[in-house]
């Protein structure tokens, strides 16, 4: 008999938490079956699941925090799908399940933990209210302490946020970290070629590129400031910007205003990530805050040479010089010092992103993080069995 395994999430919009759920849905074995219930817009990756064979259900509920509606609604799905597991995903999805583990008290729960919420500089990037998150953290702490959940955190950094933050020991929260699936970031052999056609970048263009939101969090005002010595040091250079967000408009002024602008590239939105990235030199992440870099550990699966802020979570992924290189995140002339290097000994560029591969391959790879989930629920659905 199939181990069933419940997910709720607030939506499967194209969000990194909700590509997380879908690629580990599709590369579980066939000893699981999985159901995922989501509050509302299930329409991104709903067609991806039922592809894959597993159920998509929407639960009709709106509104901000629509814990009690939407736990309501679970009760049904629970008694006709019987799970072995209820999986919750994002913070709203975690309360959610806990009630509903409140009158269900014998089905384990695992709560997903994808970001350090309640660390300080988290907050003030997202521009959140210090007050209000201080109401959500009592929130999720007493719930927590009720309902006594599995913990999952996306990576060492995330799991000692909320150890302090929350209060949990140390063997309250495994970390299983995001898995990719290369298989997604393949393109045709003439893309590359065509993304630098499109973007009239020549072929001696030499190509820096970074993946990911336009916002605060990602620095991206930083790399533009560093780039006008690279610009000076290696005159053929390009600088790409993949993704989307507030901070576009500002951004471009920025370019405009430090005379680089007509070797600055803003790509937007792309569907061929994968082409993007091959047809690249060098990946450059400047990021100030992440749970678990996915757009770095995806530049790894491309063999990319890569740079990135010397901060702690992304050092769970790179070593210095030996996988990417790190830089001061605060220090435009480290990471302009950082691009001309790699720019300069292609040598250290071939060893690079050799051995990041390697390391995504042993690491990453989605099959290696879909084995870890379901050793996982193996143990959990073992151990409750036993009691």
Same mark, same amino acid.
Request: aromatic share 8%; with cysteine.
């Given at each position: 008999?199939?181990?069933?395994?419940?997910?709720?999430?607030?939506?499967?919009?194209?969000?990194?938490?909700?590509?997380?759920?879908?690629?580990?849905?599709?590369?579980?074995?066939?000893?699981?079956?999985?159901?995922?219930?989501?509050?509302?817009?299930?329409?991104?990756?709903?067609?991806?699941?039922?592809?894959?064979?597993?159920?998509?259900?929407?639960?009709?509920?709106?509104?901000?925090?629509?814990?009690?509606?939407?736990?309501?609604?679970?009760?049904?799905?629970?008694?006709?799908?019987?799970?072995?597991?209820?999986?919750?995903?994002?913070?709203?999805?975690?309360?959610?399940?806990?009630?509903?583990?409140?009158?269900?008290?014998?089905?384990?729960?695992?709560?997903?933990?994808?970001?350090?919420?309640?660390?300080?500089?988290?907050?003030?990037?997202?521009?959140?209210?210090?007050?209000?998150?201080?109401?959500?953290?009592?929130?999720?702490?007493?719930?927590?302490?009720?309902?006594?959940?599995?913990?999952?955190?996306?990576?060492?950094?995330?799991?000692?946020?909320?150890?302090?933050? /929350?209060?949990?020991? &140390?063997?309250? !929260?495994?970390?299983?970290?995001?898995?990719?699936? #290369?298989?997604? +970031?393949?393109? @045709?052999?003439?893309?590359?070629?065509?993304?630098?056609?499109?973007?009239?970048?020549?072929?001696?263009?030499?190509?820096?590129?970074?993946?990911?939101?336009?916002?605060?969090?990602?620095?991206?005002?930083?790399?533009?400031?560093?780039?006008?010595?690279?610009?000076?040091?290696?005159?053929?250079?390009?600088?790409?910007?993949?993704?989307?967000?507030?901070?576009?408009?500002?951004?471009?002024?920025?370019?405009?205003?430090?005379?680089?602008?007509?070797?600055?590239?803003?790509?937007?939105?792309?569907?061929?990530?994968?082409?993007? /990235?091959?047809?690249? &030199?060098?990946? !450059?992440?400047?990021?100030?805050?992440?749970?678990? #870099?996915?757009? +770095?550990?995806? @530049?790894?699966?491309?063999?990319?040479?890569?740079?990135?802020?010397?901060?702690?979570?992304?050092?769970?992924?790179?070593?210095?010089?030996?996988?990417?290189?790190?830089?001061?995140?605060?220090?435009?002339?480290?990471?302009?010092?950082?691009?001309?290097?790699?720019?300069?000994?292609?040598?250290?560029?071939?060893?690079?992103?050799?051995?990041?591969?390697?390391?995504?391959?042993?690491?990453?790879?989605?099959?290696?993080?879909?084995?870890?989930?379901?050793?996982?629920?193996?143990?959990?659905?073992?151990?409750?069995?036993?009691?």
């Amino acid at each position: 008999m199939k181990k069933r395994i419940l997910h709720v999430i607030p939506s499967l919009a194209a969000g990194g938490a909700e590509r997380q759920l879908v690629n580990l849905v599709n590369h579980t074995t066939a000893e699981f079956s999985h159901f995922i219930c989501v509050f509302n817009n299930a329409g991104f990756f709903a067609p991806t699941i039922h592809a894959s064979g597993h159920k998509v259900c929407e639960l009709g509920v709106l509104g901000k925090h629509p814990w009690f509606s939407a736990a309501s609604k679970l009760h049904s799905i629970i008694n006709n799908y019987k799970p072995d597991i209820i999986k919750t995903w994002l913070y709203d999805a975690n309360i959610v399940g806990r009630l509903v583990q409140i009158f269900n008290p014998k089905i384990p729960l695992i709560t997903t933990l994808h970001s350090a919420d309640y660390e300080p500089e988290t907050i003030r990037a997202a521009n959140w209210s210090p007050f209000r998150v201080e109401g959500f953290r009592q929130i999720d702490k007493i719930t927590a302490r009720l309902t006594k959940p599995h913990f999952a955190a996306c990576s060492q950094y995330v799991k000692k946020s909320f150890q302090r933050k /929350l209060n949990f020991s &140390d063997t309250q !929260v495994k970390v299983i970290y995001n898995g990719i699936d #290369p298989a997604l +970031l393949e393109c @045709a052999a003439d893309e590359p070629q065509q993304v630098r056609r499109d973007l009239e970048i020549p072929k001696d263009g030499f190509v820096y590129v970074t993946v990911g939101r336009i916002d605060a969090m990602k620095n991206h005002a930083l790399l533009l400031r560093a780039f006008p010595k690279v610009l000076s040091a290696v005159p053929q250079s390009y600088l790409t910007i993949v993704g989307v967000g507030v901070l576009e408009r500002e951004l471009k002024d920025l370019a405009d205003s430090l005379g680089i602008a007509q070797r600055v590239r803003f790509l937007g939105r792309r569907k061929d990530v994968g082409a993007c /990235l091959e047809m690249a &030199d060098v990946f !450059v992440f400047p990021t100030l805050l992440e749970g678990h #870099p996915l757009a +770095l550990v995806e @530049a790894m699966f491309k063999k990319l040479p890569s740079i990135a802020s010397n901060i702690e979570v992304l050092r769970e992924v790179l070593t210095d010089n030996e996988n990417g290189l790190l830089f001061n995140p605060n220090e435009p002339d480290d990471l302009a010092a950082a691009m001309i290097k790699l720019y300069r000994q292609p040598e250290l560029r071939e060893r690079l992103g050799r051995q990041a591969l390697q390391d995504a391959e042993r690491r990453f790879h989605i099959r290696i993080i879909a084995a870890e989930w379901e050793d996982y629920y193996r143990n959990i659905i073992s151990e409750n069995k036993s009691k």
